[in-house]
């Protein structure tokens, strides 16, 4: 019961998480997460979980056009963005940015599917905006505006770099994006599953998922990982690194998953040849340090490295600093969230569980006079 762990919460047609003859299987809607990995987009999957079923080549199309024709700031977030301290956390910024959009959205209240499937693509193509723009104005650059002729990751690392990205850089973005985009009812999930059930707007679920997102035993955990791979520096350490702070009872971050336990998450499978090939065509240190790491803790804990592990050393080697690696998670996490919302929405019930309630009882009120 502690952390409701295997409880089942609710019902989803969004995404399937098991294990399976010692294999971890995740399905986006029913399609194999290899198959879309292998085959897919990340705007293709963004409609996906939106709707339900791939889209026509038409639907594509115009999928793909609407994401972009959206991609842009009005001015009042722009001003947010230069007004806040230029050492705010990106999530933080993210979190903030979104409220404010809420507060210029005149129809912010649940009216119908439609209402909620043009909210959620306006949100999917300003996520990338928002975290580009407040990188370059924290680090005193000029904006660069979004491209309409650019993918989803291409116009992000565009937007973040002020040049176009090689088409490595670009797919292995999309692949990231992919891989992230949904995993049932994480913790970020359900806290906008909880907001949406009292019926919360759709602005107000996504504050509470990313505010979910950044802590640290969740997606806040990549630059946690990132942190580490730079303390042990040398591939060698990893083991006496893994050792003592095993030894201390303290944590490795990008290790260990509710769900998976003791199967390899497959994102991670996805996510380690990814950095390898990186790896080879740029920086090895990281994946070589990372790799180090991952055969230590097994040795010493048995645990496996989850989604977040293998995505550190993916970011630097794409030049993304490390203070953003929670946000390029959330910018492939908002289209499954923004789908489970809708999904609660449309078939809802409030979210009140029970506490077992374990406090002193009956106890005898004493007058603040009568206190020492
Ligand atoms: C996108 C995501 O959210 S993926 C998860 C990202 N988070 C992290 O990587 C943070 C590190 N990992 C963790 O803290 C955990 O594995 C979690 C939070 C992901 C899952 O936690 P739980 O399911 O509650 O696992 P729980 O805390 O019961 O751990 C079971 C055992 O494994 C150990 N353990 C679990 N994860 C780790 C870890 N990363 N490092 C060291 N020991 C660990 C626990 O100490 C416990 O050991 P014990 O039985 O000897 O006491
Ligand atoms: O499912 C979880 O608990 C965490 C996770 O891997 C994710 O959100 O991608």
Redesign the pocket.
């Known amino acids: 019961m502690s952390?409701l762990?295997d409880v089942v919460a609710c019902e989803t047609s969004i995404c399937r998480i098991a294990v399976e003859e010692d294999r971890g299987v995740l399905e986006y809607r029913g399609y194999d997460i290899h198959e879309l990995a292998k085959n897919s987009s990340y705007e293709e999957v963004a409609f996906l979980l939106l709707f339900g079923d791939l889209p026509s080549k038409s639907e594509f199309e115009s999928f793909k056009e609407e994401l972009a024709m959206k991609r842009e700031l009005p001015p009042q977030i722009i001003g947010l963005l230069t007004h806040l301290p230029p050492f705010t956390h990106p999530m933080v910024v993210l979190r903030t940015a979104i409220s404010y959009l809420g507060s210029m959205d005149k129809h912010i209240q649940y009216k119908s599917h439609e209402r909620s499937i043009e909210k959620s693509i306006s949100l999917i193509a300003k996520f990338p905006t928002i975290v580009a723009y407040f990188h370059r104005i924290r680090t005193g650059q000029n904006l660069i505006h979004p491209r309409e002729d650019l993918s989803h990751a291409e116009n992000f690392l565009y937007m973040l770099h002020g040049e176009e990205p090689t088409e490595t850089m670009a797919k292995s973005l999309d692949l990231d994006f992919i891989l992230h985009a949904e995993?049932e009812l994480?913790?970020s999930t359900f806290a906008a599953r909880i907001a949406a059930s009292t019926l919360a707007d759709m602005y107000a679920c996504i504050v509470a998922a990313t505010g979910t997102l950044l802590g640290?035993?969740?997606?806040g955990?990549s630059q946690?990982?990132m942190e580490m791979l730079r303390e042990v520096a040398v591939p060698w350490r990893a083991e006496s690194y893994v050792r003592e702070k095993?030894e201390n009872g303290?944590?490795?971050?990008?290790?260990?998953?509710?769900v998976y336990r003791k199967v390899m998450d497959p994102r991670t499978i996805e996510l380690k040849i990814l950095a390898k090939k990186l790896a080879d065509e740029k920086n090895p240190k990281w994946y070589q340090i990372s790799e180090a790491i991952e055969e230590a803790?097994y040795k010493y804990?048995g645990?496996l490295p989850?989604?977040?592990?293998y995505s550190a050393s993916v970011y630097a080697n794409l030049g993304i600093p490390d203070d953003l690696f929670v946000n390029i998670?959330a910018i492939g996490r908002i289209s499954g969230w923004c789908a489970h919302v809708i999904e609660q929405y449309e078939n809802n019930r409030l979210i009140r569980p029970r506490a077992e309630y374990v406090g002193s009882q009956q106890r005898r009120y004493v007058p603040l006079s009568d206190r020492e």
């Not at 640290?216 to 997606?219: A, D, I, R, T, V």
């Not at 989850?306 to 592990?309: G, K, M, S, T």
């Open positions: 952390g762990e995993h994480n913790a640290p035993l969740h997606g955990a946690k990982v095993l303290e944590r490795i971050m990008g290790f260990g998953h509710r803790v804990k645990l989850n989604v977040d592990f998670f």
